[in-house]
């Protein structure tokens, strides 16, 4: 908005008829309005050589998109035109291998990446194995490195409603624009060692490998400070692995993926422990004692420095809170006292854990800010984790999809529900332990519908109904291919007779959470 100058103001009317003798010597009047008229004519230049003929400076308008208090508005119907694009890209890259197709090999990746000049090299990463619990200490991690003042990029899968949020830059997925010009960027290089590999009679990278080189490129476009990656599946030969972390942490480690990773635990953490680097600092959880001593030899071999819950650190105290929990964590540096945490269940606290203590390693192992652990914790999120949806009646959603997920589940429910009526919608991948699965479920539900996910990995909905019959009593199980049907039939039952304290819970695959979770926002 131009400030008012003098002039602004109109000059005075000239006087019609001639002009009287007197005037032909300018008297102070005449002078005061020559003057208001040169101020007028000033203004007027200053006016058309002004951005809003000219355009702006370039230089001023790079300044004032670089500040974080402006907003920048996006046009409605090109966001609208890239989402489409985005869907194509990922239509495309589907017709990969499927990602928990795991090839014993990072030569593709590697190679992929050595072209685009090594991005995965242009910044500290923070790298997350583990069978549960990755994705959820991932953003207590991310939450407290951006609490702490660093631009985060965040690796994680699947996703739940949109393939953006496998990449994430400062805790949002990536947007639209951004996905396809790092699309863009890597396209012709993955087609190169498509080919190569090709020519040697070896496969095309896989969907999970496209996206690990699109997720490193574009973290090192934005640019970011710190990477926190989760692993897709195992570790020694998944794609991630060609980054090295300077902090590792290993999650609760349990049987899931058998048929790729191995059917005992220590074949399983033998996997998993493939993520640790030399010299790094590895944080782990409480492991079973068949996996301990794996992890302990890997450390020891690689000179790194070990961390473990219930040894060097602990969940000193966990008290039920409105919407989550309030904590005490004691780490190698600290104790935090009276940390709010939104989320549900004992096995998030000690999600927290881990990630507390890995952010305080990543930053050379002195303690943290209160005021940054407690902000950052009462700021997270984890979505389809035990996640409430829905009220009249409450909808939960929970991507629980091993017996391990399903038993930290129960616990958490009953801790942090007064539920007496449950149904529950449930929907399986082929390759999972369902009748381990089932089996944890059924102590806690009243009745159980069987459905499925829309993905050609979902267990044959008869199939596991017959399984589900066997476990549960016959009467107890309803079927329905479509999940709505099977949401609504599942809130039917779960207020039949009016008695309160019915819920439904949707669980069994993160698929069918993502599917649960658009249903019910898009209805709300």
Same mark, same amino acid.
């Given at each position: 908005?131009?400030?008012?100058?003098?002039?602004?103001?109109?000059?005075?009317?000239?006087?019609?008829?001639?002009?009287?003798?007197?005037?032909?010597?300018?008297?102070?009047?005449?002078?005061?309005?020559?003057?208001?008229?040169?101020?007028?004519?000033?203004?007027?230049? *200053?006016?058309?050589?002004?951005?809003?003929?000219?355009?702006?400076?370039?230089?001023?308008?790079?300044?004032?998109?670089?500040?974080?208090?402006?907003?920048?508005?996006?046009?409605?119907?090109?966001?609208?035109?890239?989402?489409?694009?985005?869907?194509?890209?990922? %239509?495309?890259?589907?017709?990969?291998?499927?990602?928990?197709?795991?090839?014993?090999?990072?030569?593709?990746?590697?190679?992929?990446?050595?072209?685009?000049?090594?991005?995965?090299?242009?910044?500290?990463?923070?790298?997350?194995? =583990?069978?549960?619990?990755? %994705?959820?200490?991932?953003?207590?991690?991310?939450?407290?490195?951006?609490?702490?003042?660093?631009?985060?990029?965040?690796?994680?899968?699947?996703?739940?409603?949109?393939?953006?949020?496998?990449?994430?830059?400062?805790?949002?997925?990536?947007?639209?624009? !951004?996905?396809?010009?790092?699309?863009?960027?890597?396209?012709?290089?993955?087609?190169?060692?498509?080919?190569?590999?090709?020519?040697?009679?070896?496969?095309?990278?896989?969907?999970? *490998?496209?996206?690990?080189?699109? =997720?490193?490129?574009?973290?090192?476009?934005?640019?970011?400070?710190?990477?926190?990656?989760?692993?897709?599946?195992?570790?020694?030969?998944?794609?991630?692995?060609?980054?090295?972390?300077?902090?590792?942490?290993? %999650?609760?480690?349990?049987?899931?993926?058998?048929?790729?990773?191995?059917? %005992?635990?220590?074949?399983?953490?033998? *996997?998993?422990?493939?993520?640790?680097?030399?010299?790094?600092?590895?944080?782990?959880?409480?492991?079973?004692?068949?996996?301990?001593?794996?992890?302990?030899?890997?450390?020891?071999?690689?000179?790194?420095?070990? #961390?473990?819950?219930?040894?060097?650190?602990?969940?000193?105290?966990?008290?039920?809170?409105?919407?989550?929990?309030?904590?005490?964590?004691?780490?190698?540096?600290?104790?935090?006292?009276?940390?709010?945490?939104?989320?549900? =269940?004992?096995?998030?606290?000690?999600?927290?854990?881990?990630? #507390?203590?890995?952010?305080?390693?990543?930053?050379?192992?002195?303690?943290?800010?209160?005021?940054?652990? *407690?902000?950052?914790?009462?700021?997270?999120?984890?979505?389809?984790?035990?996640?409430?949806?829905?009220?009249?009646?409450?909808?939960?959603?929970?991507?629980?999809?091993?017996?391990?997920?399903?038993?930290?589940?129960?616990? !958490?429910?009953?801790?942090?529900?007064?539920?007496?009526?449950?149904?529950?919608?449930?929907?399986?991948?082929?390759?999972?332990?369902?009748?381990?699965?089932?089996?944890?479920?059924?102590?806690?539900?009243?009745?159980?519908?069987?459905?499925?996910?829309?993905?050609?990995?979902?267990?044959?909905?008869?199939?596991?109904?017959?399984?589900?019959?066997?476990?549960?009593?016959?009467?107890?199980?309803?079927?329905?291919?479509?999940?709505?049907?099977?949401?609504?039939?599942?809130?039917?039952?779960?207020?039949?007779?009016?008695?309160?304290?019915?819920?439904?819970?949707?669980?069994?695959?993160?698929?069918?959470?993502?599917?649960?979770?658009?249903?019910?926002?898009?209805?709300?």
């Amino acid at each position: 908005m131009l400030s008012r100058r003098a002039g602004d103001h109109a000059a005075p009317p000239a006087a019609s008829g001639p002009t009287p003798a007197s005037a032909a010597t300018p008297d102070s009047a005449e002078l005061a309005a020559r003057e208001v008229q040169a101020e007028h004519d000033r203004a007027a230049q *200053e006016l058309v050589s002004s951005g809003l003929f000219s355009g702006p400076d370039p230089t001023v308008v790079d300044d004032v998109l670089a500040s974080p208090d402006v907003t920048v508005v996006v046009d409605p119907v090109a966001r609208a035109q890239a989402e489409t694009e985005v869907h194509r890209v990922y %239509t495309e890259i589907l017709t990969r291998a499927p990602e928990h197709d795991v090839q014993p090999s990072l030569d593709r990746v590697r190679e992929v990446l050595d072209l685009l000049g090594e991005p995965q090299r242009a910044y500290p990463v923070i790298h997350i194995a =583990g069978t549960n619990g990755k %994705t959820s200490t991932a953003r207590v991690v991310e939450r407290l490195l951006r609490e702490r003042g660093l631009r985060t990029g965040r690796f994680t899968s699947p996703h739940l409603s949109t393939v953006r949020e496998r990449i994430a830059l400062d805790g949002e997925p990536i947007s639209p624009e !951004a996905f396809l010009r790092t699309w863009e960027d890597v396209a012709p290089y993955i087609e190169m060692v498509d080919e190569r590999s090709r020519a040697g009679g070896g496969p095309r990278l896989s969907f999970f *490998e496209v996206f690990v080189v699109m =997720g490193y490129a574009a973290f090192a476009d934005a640019p970011v400070d710190v990477a926190v990656v989760e692993t897709g599946m195992g570790g020694r030969w998944d794609a991630t692995n060609v980054a090295d972390g300077v902090v590792e942490i290993l %999650t609760p480690i349990s049987r899931d993926h058998e048929q790729w990773l191995g059917h %005992t635990l220590p074949e399983i953490a033998g *996997e998993k422990v493939g993520i640790l680097t030399p010299g790094s600092t590895v944080v782990s959880a409480e492991q079973h004692e068949e996996v301990v001593p794996v992890v302990r030899e890997a450390v020891q071999a690689l000179g790194a420095r070990l #961390v473990v819950d219930g040894q060097d650190m602990e969940v000193v105290d966990r008290q039920l809170a409105v919407g989550g929990q309030m904590l005490v964590l004691r780490t190698p540096a600290a104790t935090y006292t009276d940390v709010f945490l939104p989320l549900h =269940g004992a096995h998030q606290a000690h999600n927290a854990l881990l990630a #507390v203590a890995a952010v305080e390693a990543f930053f050379g192992g002195g303690s943290l800010s209160g005021e940054v652990v *407690e902000h950052a914790l009462a700021s997270v999120d984890s979505p389809g984790r035990l996640e409430l949806v829905r009220t009249s009646p409450t909808v939960l959603v929970d991507a629980a999809h091993n017996p391990a997920g399903v038993e930290v589940l129960r616990a !958490a429910l009953e801790e942090s529900f007064d539920l007496r009526r449950v149904v529950g919608v449930v929907g399986l991948m082929a390759d999972k332990d369902a009748e381990g699965i089932l089996s944890g479920l059924e102590p806690m539900l009243t009745e159980i519908v069987i459905t499925r996910a829309a993905t050609d990995r979902a267990h044959d909905v008869e199939d596991l109904a017959e399984l589900a019959r066997d476990i549960f009593d016959p009467e107890r199980v309803h079927v329905t291919d479509r999940i709505d049907e099977a949401i609504d039939l599942a809130a039917a039952r779960a207020e039949y007779g009016g008695e309160p304290g019915g819920a439904v819970l949707v669980t069994g695959s993160v698929v069918l959470v993502g599917e649960a979770r658009f249903l019910l926002r898009r209805g709300s």
